[in-house]
């Protein structure tokens, strides 16, 4: 498969750009896995994959320090991988087990790491913004210096909790960079259908909020987009938004055959912008990498969620007695 060709050097590091490599291609090769399982029963309920859009978490998380916090939508297990949670409990967690970082009790959407500063994927559009603004509130009240990376889609953008937080965060210049994981389909509508601001970024600027458009498909622009961002932040400039442009190459969810649009549009943008494509060719052309190497990392990354998988087979469905704990009443 041919990606767009990278036109100039990167002057990235080649141990970054392994990393990102490694990092992105563990998010793609979970996900085909969860699909899997997905199919065969395991997963049940719902189960939104991340494939195609990884270069947003991945550059944002190159540009986030320790305790920065993060929380997303239901769209999360990209989020909870970028962020270090450990790959058998995010997906015994997906499977509804024991060893789940829920303790099986939470799936997809309910998935919390206090230890990875990662609060949550959540179910009702847009309801993580306002959150992600309280925690932002919160950083800012204790004078940490830390930054919230509060990620919605295009879909939730217009939600009206989200310009009611938008106004919040202005006023009280809080440490949170809006992003909008723009992947052009609010579920199945195509966004022109359905937003009538081409550019979701400016919405921002009623409230005063800077922002910009940024190449969700190229992880290294998007780490610069991030670290401009929360230079912002950390100097006491209040929120930023970016729309970071990117694309979903499965359906909004697994119950989604995506007849919204045609195979030859997936396929168009798996051959000539795939995220993970474009570093192999950073990595091959500026000699970072052999094709070996690539093959070395693919079949380690694949070990590492066969592994995952197969913990997340046998760990033991939660006890009878899990229902009465972990709830406020």
């Given at each position: 498969m041919a990606a767009r060709k990278a036109t100039a050097k990167s002057n990235t590091s080649k141990e970054d750009l392994?990393?990102?490599?490694?990092?992105?291609?563990?998010?793609?090769?979970?996900?085909?896995?969860?699909?899997?399982?997905?199919?065969?029963?395991l997963i049940g309920g719902f189960c939104h994959l991340y494939i195609g859009q990884e270069a947003v978490v991945v550059g944002l998380e190159?540009?986030?320090?320790?305790?920065?916090?993060?929380?997303?939508?239901?769209?999360?297990?990209?989020?909870?991988?970028?962020?270090?949670?450990?790959p058998k409990g995010v997906m015994a967690e997906l499977t509804g087990r024991e060893g789940g970082l829920s303790k099986g009790k939470g799936g997809s959407m309910h998935m919390f790491s206090k230890e990875k500063h990662f609060y949550g994927g959540h179910g009702i559009v847009g309801a993580q913004v306002p959150l992600g603004a309280g925690l932002a509130f919160a950083d800012k009240y204790k004078g940490n210096g830390r930054v919230t990376f509060a990620y919605f889609g295009d879909g939730a953008a217009n939600q009206g909790q989200v310009y009611e937080t938008f106004n919040m965060a202005a006023l009280w210049r809080l440490p949170v960079v809006f992003v909008i994981e723009n992947n052009q389909y609010a579920m199945g509508t195509?966004?022109?259908?359905?937003?009538?601001?081409?550019?979701?970024?400016?919405?921002?600027?009623?409230?005063?909020?800077a922002g910009e458009t940024v190449d969700g498909m190229d992880v290294l622009a998007v780490k610069a987009a991030g670290e401009k961002a929360v230079a912002a932040c950390r100097a006491g400039n209040g929120p930023y938004i970016l729309e970071v442009m990117t694309y979903r190459y499965r359906g909004h969810s697994m119950s989604d055959p995506a007849k919204y649009r045609t195979r030859e549009?997936?396929?168009?943008?798996?051959?000539?912008?795939?995220?993970?494509?474009?570093?192999?060719?950073?990595?091959?052309?500026?000699?970072?990498?052999?094709?070996?190497?690539?093959?070395?990392?693919?079949?380690?990354?694949?070990?590492?969620?066969?592994?995952?998988?197969?913990?997340?087979?046998?760990?033991?469905?939660?006890?009878?007695?899990?229902?009465?704990?972990?709830?406020y009443a």
């Open positions: 392994l990393t990102y490599y490694r990092d992105m291609l563990l998010i793609r090769r979970f996900e085909e896995k969860a699909g899997q399982l997905y199919g065969m029963g190159a540009a986030a320090e320790e305790g920065d916090k993060r929380i997303t939508s239901y769209r999360d297990h990209g989020h909870m991988l970028a962020c270090g949670m450990d195509a966004q022109k259908r359905s937003t009538s601001t081409p550019e979701l970024h400016t919405r921002g600027l009623a409230f005063g909020i549009e997936v396929q168009k943008m798996r051959d000539e912008r795939d995220a993970i494509e474009h570093v192999r060719e950073l990595l091959i052309q500026g000699k970072h990498a052999t094709e070996d190497d690539l093959k070395a990392i693919d079949k380690d990354i694949k070990a590492i969620v066969n592994e995952a998988a197969e913990f997340s087979k046998e760990s033991p469905e939660p006890a009878l007695s899990e229902l009465w704990t972990d709830i």
